[in-house]
């Protein structure tokens, strides 16, 4: 098998996971091992040489845009999409207990959630908070 291919299906992999990610570091990666599948074209036996130029292009794409993305999420405005769902209210689908989480509804999705009191299958409930994996509520009304 030649090396351009093998580096293609890395490089696809990369991206495809990137998309279900989307941290854009795997990406980069994804980039890097495309531009070793372009040297592989032109030096076909010099399997270190594209190596190293895969590790350059993503370690230059790495370090010049971070501070790019950190600008973006800076800028006035920028909301994150699961931010927009602090403030919107959902339906408990599993007990939420005080020391135990439960399961709500808010919009389409389910989420993980927690609350300081115990709030039962079927109740509303307003998010107040999201952490990475869960949602903090309150019972809506209350």
């Known amino acids: 098998m030649d090396w351009w291919l093998i580096w293609l299906i890395v490089a696809g992999l990369l991206i495809v996971v990137e998309m279900l990610t989307l941290t854009f570091y795997l990406l980069w990666l994804g980039i890097g091992a495309l531009a070793a599948a372009a040297v592989d074209v032109f030096f076909p036996d010099a399997v270190l040489v594209q190596v190293i130029v895969g590790c350059i292009v993503a370690l230059v794409l790495t370090i010049f845009t ?44 389910t989420w993980s959630a ?21 949602l903090h509520v309150n019972k809506w009304g209350g």
């Open 66 to 109: 971070k501070p790019l993305t950190r600008r973006f999420h800076a800028a006035r405005g920028f909301k994150d999409s699961p931010d927009d769902l602090i403030g919107m209210r959902g339906t408990v689908v599993e007990e939420i207990g005080i020391d135990h989480p439960g399961i709500v509804k808010v919009g389409s999705e």
């Open 114 to 134: 927690n609350a300081d009191e115990t709030i039962g299958k079927g109740e509303t409930v307003i998010v107040v908070n999201r952490g990475s994996a869960f």
